[in-house]
């Protein structure tokens, strides 16, 4: 992999993480495109550097929140901070469960499934049609929600599924405020990726060659950079209801990965 080719990756993560548009998806496009030849070990490495990059960017920008989420599991008392804090890690268990026992079939899709990627962005762009045509609410998430979005958070590990798109999707159509969807939606997944960077650190299954050091690094600040950006972005978006852009885009790319990968087959 070249550098320039680790920035534009880099960008595509930070963007489409944060944005309803799979950033697996797009990075496995993304890497078809620019004629990757990783083997999918190599692969998911360089995929979860870059989402540890937008993970530190969501703490930047939810810096407050995420003061008062680690605030609230230690507080005395029943309050909503703990509340929240509770409802966050209830969120955190299908795809915990998942990563821990299909981590190989998981690993196994991202090398290049440009077809399987093609199909996810259908679902992806039905479920962000079906959330803009929901009603207004200024319901806040219950502990069943939580644990409802987290399942969703699950499948949306599937390349193609938007993490974000998926949670705030499910938070909305189970009549739940879109501000709150959203905060809630880019919340729940930093503890999973903090959790999964420390498993594969620990475990020793993110080894790496001295020579990717450098790719390795650049792809995590155009990550991080333009994931900052497309956070605050977003959260602008959800409240104004511009979800229904988002499903005509992955519509559109869903179909032009499905001719790609039967050009490819």
Not at 241 to 261: D, Q, R
Request: overall charge neutral.
């Amino acid at each position: 992999m070249e550098i320039l080719d680790a920035i534009i990756l880099g960008i595509i993560q930070g963007l489409t993480e944060f944005l309803p548009v799979s950033s697996s998806g797009h990075l496995e496009l993304g890497k078809a495109l620019l004629g990757d030849n990783m083997v999918p070990e190599e692969s998911l490495l360089f995929t979860v550097i870059l989402h540890f990059a937008t993970a530190l960017s969501t703490i930047v920008v939810f810096r407050k929140d995420v003061g008062e989420l680690f605030g609230g599991l230690f507080s005395k008392g029943w309050n909503e901070e703990k509340k929240f804090s509770l409802k966050i890690i209830l969120s955190m268990l299908p795809a915990a469960l998942v990563g821990v026992y299909f981590e190989d079939q998981l690993e196994a899709l991202f090398g290049g499934n440009i077809l399987l990627v093609g199909f996810m962005l259908i679902v992806t762009a039905l479920l962000l049609y079906l959330a803009d045509k929901a009603r207004e609410t200024a319901k806040d998430v219950s502990y069943s929600n939580a644990f409802v979005i987290g399942i969703s958070q699950a499948i949306a590990m599937l390349p193609g599924i938007s993490r974000s798109g998926a949670t705030i999707s499910t938070s909305v159509l189970l009549g739940n405020d879109k501000s709150r969807a959203a905060r809630f939606s880019f919340l729940m997944v930093v503890p999973l990726i903090l959790g999964k960077i420390a498993k594969d650190i620990l475990s020793g299954e993110l080894s790496y060659e001295n020579t990717q050091i450098k790719i390795l690094s650049i792809g995590f600040l155009a990550a991080f950079v333009s994931g900052i950006i497309a956070c605050t972005w977003m959260i602008s978006l959800v409240r104004r209801s511009k979800l229904v852009y988002f499903s005509f885009y992955c519509f559109i790319v869903g179909l032009l990965a499905i001719v790609l990968g039967y050009y490819y087959t």
